[in-house]
């Protein structure tokens, strides 16, 4: 427990000294800007969260990846694994300490968010409903898209690369839909069942970009479904487990 | 076996590691006592960082066994990590640390519980970087980086400390203070240091392993080995119908010859004999002469090549 503060200690220092968690964050307030004022500026709009919920739910995509990519490949990249690998500190602490991190950073960020319902407060009525749970599926939603980042992250010693692959099962997984309409009968309906949230159909406006049999669909309307954050949950652990695995893999070659 | 019981602090037995099919290590042994300060020598690509890696754990050995303080490295790994302090050749650094951060985490990391500030100073100040101890370790000079890494791999005191090639890549006079900051921590650590260069191994180590091709060709102190190195010469001859107490005789009378032994030989009729002699220059001439003007039958004179010799050929020359 202790090395897990440690390290989480480190990088949480690390977060916040670096230019790149101001970078990310910078971005995603923007694009998020975006899709909020774009559903909520039309006459007679909607007073909801929904248009920011699906540019974030989208853009995490890209941006959890590249909060996490450092993590582990540069512990590669500069040699330091060696020296932690040759400490007695487990290397689920390690892994644990890295994502709790970056997990913190991620909930600041979307506490930063918090200005949108407020607008929406002072200039309508909204429900408070959906916004709860909106909130409550990004964080579950986040949780899950770091926990790839870091996956990638542990693969090699190159950042670059670790921000490809990240965002590359990330998007596979936003992108389910287009094959999973095309697939014919039950592996259709197998497949659908990992789309993780977002939707092949981005920049369709009247869907916003979240999957209808995505993960996050019922988070956006205000219903919590068990099954849904088992889904989040699960994953966020099997990747979690793989990093662990992958670094742990370096003691059996 | 009783774990956690030992005689020596590190004992190696028949490691081999092999990456892929190539094998890095080949079947080495050799054990340490507490307290020893052991130096690890041989020219780059001969197994020495290998055979650090394995002894930290960083990475198991292919065969054979290998225990610290009486722990198995790949079974008790973690009892095995606490013990020891490791600066890997690179010397990994967090550039975006400062001095006294970067060391105060890494006792924590070590397993460190208490102290943590009081220890940190006191290393600070064993590895003179005082100045330095609020400065981002991405701005110190090579030297200063390597006094860093020295001292994380002491902050935890381990009981046996592990140094690859610590003054590569450092200026001559830092070279000479990294050096005399080693040699002052051998009394406390078991010391293992890796090494290219003799001078630098013989003027910290009571005792020098040499490592070429992933094999250990030679275990002594440094002042044996350098003796042996001097300029010394081994021929091999072969000659007809003489007793062989007599040529051996001859031999030993000459100033040159450091020692001779026989040779079994395939072919009866002849007796062959290896000489080592002290000086290179025109040695076959004078051993030819010897055997002719002594009527001995000279059939046979092959100058060997000494394997030590060319290895330190390539480890005296830096």
Known sequence: MNNIITIFKKELIGYIQSPMAYVVAASFFTVTGFFFVASVSDAFSEASIRGFLAGAVFFLVFLSPALTMRLLAEEQKLGTIELLMTSPIKEFEIVLGKYLASFTIMCLMLAGTLYYPIVLFIFGIPDLGPIFTGYLGLILYSATTLSVGIFASSLSSNQLLSLVVGSGILTLLTFIDFMSSRLPGFAGTILQQFQLGGSFSIFDTSSFGLAESGHFADFARGIISIYDIFFYISLSIIFIVSTILVLESRRWK | ?318
């Open chain 2, 1 to 318: 076996m009783r774990t956690g019981w030992y005689v020596f602090m590190i004992k190696v037995s028949h490691m081999s590691k092999y990456y892929g099919e190539y094998p890095a290590v080949l079947d080495i042994s050799f054990t340490v006592k507490e307290g020893e300060t052991v130096g690890l020598l041989g020219p780059n690509g001969a197994g020495k960082s290998t055979t650090m890696k394995v002894l930290t754990g960083f990475t198991p050995p292919t065969s054979g066994e290998v225990s610290i303080g009486g722990f198995d490295i790949t079974k008790n790994s973690f009892d095995v990590r606490k013990m020891i302090g490791y600066l890997p050749e690179s010397v990994p650094l967090y550039s975006d640390m400062s001095v006294i951060e970067y060391l105060q985490f890494m006792a924590k990391i070590r397993g460190m519980k208490e102290g943590i500030v009081k220890r940190v100073n006191e290393v600070i100040e064993i590895t003179g970087l005082e100045e330095y101890r609020k400065v981002l370790i991405g701005k110190l000079s090579k030297g200063y980086r390597q006094r860093t890494g020295i001292a994380q791999s002491i902050v935890h005191k381990p009981k046996v400390l592990i140094l690859d090639e610590p003054t590569i890549g450092i200026d001559p006079v830092q070279v000479v203070e990294t050096r005399s900051l080693i040699q002052s921590l051998g009394g406390e650590h078991t010391l293992i240091l890796s090494s290219h260069i003799l001078p630098e191994v013989s003027t910290i180590c009571k005792r020098v392993l040499v490592i070429h091709d992933g094999k250990i060709v030679a275990d002594d102190s440094p002042e044996i080995l350098s003796k042996r190195l001097r300029s010394t010469q081994v021929c091999e001859i072969s000659v007809t119908k003489t007793a062989k107490l007599d040529v051996i005789k001859l031999f030993r009378s000459q100033s040159y010859v450091v020692d001779i032994r026989t040779k079994a030989d395939s072919n009866p009729s002849y007796n062959s004999f290896i000489i080592e002699t002290s000086s290179t220059d025109s040695v076959e001439e004078k051993i030819s002469k010897l055997i002719i003007e002594n009527g001995l039958g000279l059939s046979k004179l092959v100058s060997l090549p000494l394997s030590l010799e060319e290895i330190f050929l390539q480890l005296t020359t830096d």
